[in-house]
T-cell receptor, first 110, second 117 residues
Framework: GQNIDQPTEMTATEGAIVQINCTYQTSGFNGLFWYQQHAGEAPTFLSYNVLDGLEEKGRFSSFLSRSKGYSYLLLKELQMKDSASYLCAVSQQSNYQLIWGAGTKLIIKP | GAVVSQHPSWVICKSGTSVKIECRSLDFQATTMFWYRQFPKQSLMLMATSNEGSKATYEQGVEKDKFLINHASLTLSTLTVTSAHPEDSSFYIC?????????????FGPGTRLTVL
């Protein structure tokens, strides 16, 4: 079956680093996405990984290991505005739909 | 680039009425648009996948006669909630997949908050 797992909630301190993990089991794989969603707003695109390795984009980096069905989103120099839910999603090859994780609520404390 | 708009941003309606939500890709053409629903503190729930010029594909448990989807052009899809009831109150979000891109990246509209009284 299709399954994407990520922690429900994480807490971190302003200025620190946090890693949000995502594991997946899907019938097809055409890439993994990370989205950020602030409360009451729609998700915004953060990153896309289709090859193994680390993709760095400013304070945010995303890593993928296809053989392990594993990804993580790394947030550095945390700011209060980074408090949000972070959604992991996997693209399947067949129908362009994304399979969504339940999201990780990240709480940043001063 | 890759901007998606939704209209209206929020709507309050009486039980039994119908509500139409528009989703537009402003600076790209979208062969595929998706409609999601999200209840408070829950994850996104895909309702249907809409391809331009063809009938939408609905997810299991989503009534196609209640949630009418029309994707008449490469930049516009509409969702009509017919005979709305209080349990239909939710946050409805559309997303669009740009035509011709090599990825399945979806770009989201800002969402429409529907309250049915």
């Amino acid at each position: 079956g299709q399954n994407i797992d990520q922690p429900t909630e994480m807490t971190a301190t302003e200025g620190a680093i946090v890693q949000i993990n995502c594991t997946y089991q899907t019938s097809g794989f055409n890439g993994l996405f990370w989205y950020q969603q602030h409360a009451g707003e729609a998700p915004t695109f953060l990153s896309y990984n289709v090859l193994d390795g680390l993709e760095e984009k400013g304070r945010f980096s995303s890593f993928l290991s296809r053989s392990k069905g594993y990804s993580y989103l790394l947030l550095k120099e945390l700011q209060m505005k980074d408090s949000a839910s972070y959604l992991c999603a996997v693209s399947q090859q067949s129908n362009y739909q994304l399979i969504w994780g339940a999201g990780t609520k990240l709480i940043i404390k001063p | 680039g890759a901007v998606v708009s939704q209209h209206p941003s929020w709507v309050i309606c009486k039980s039994g009425t119908s509500v139409k939500i528009e989703c537009r890709s402003l600076d790209f053409q979208a062969t595929t648009m998706f409609w999601y629903r999200q209840f408070p503190k829950q994850s996104l729930m895909l309702m249907a996948t809409s391809n331009e010029g063809s009938k939408a594909t609905y997810e299991q448990g989503v009534e196609k006669d209640k949630f009418l989807i029309n994707h008449a052009s490469l930049t516009l899809s509409t969702l009509t909630v017919t005979s709305a009831h209080p349990e239909d109150s939710s946050f409805y979000i559309c997303s669009a997949r740009p035509r011709g891109l090599g990825t399945d990246t979806q770009y989201f509209g800002p969402g429409t908050r529907l309250t049915v009284l």
